[in-house]
């Protein structure tokens, strides 16, 4: 299975969530943890999720 770092707290993950904490373009990819703790943040969007295992 792949993983990915998450770019908030920097563990790898085999999930992870793109969002967006700033206004723009950037999207980055977190763990359900630091989305959780974005997710109250004025922009915060959610763009999907990242899967390291296909089934
Ligand atoms: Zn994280």
Same mark, same amino acid.
């Given at each position: 299975?792949?993983? !990915?770092?998450?770019?908030?707290?920097? *563990?790898? =993950?085999?999930? *992870?969530?793109?969002? %967006?904490? &700033?206004?723009? &373009?950037?999207? *980055? =990819?977190?763990? &359900?943890?630091?989305?959780?703790? !974005? %997710?109250?943040?004025?922009?915060? !969007?959610?763009?999907g999720t990242w899967k390291g295992k296909r089934h």
């Open positions: 299975m792949k993983t !990915k770092t998450c770019a908030i707290c920097g *563990l790898d =993950f085999g999930v *992870l969530y793109r969002i %967006q904490i &700033k206004k723009g &373009k950037a999207w *980055l =990819f977190a763990c &359900k943890t630091c989305v959780e703790k !974005k %997710q109250t943040e004025t922009h915060y !969007k959610y763009g």
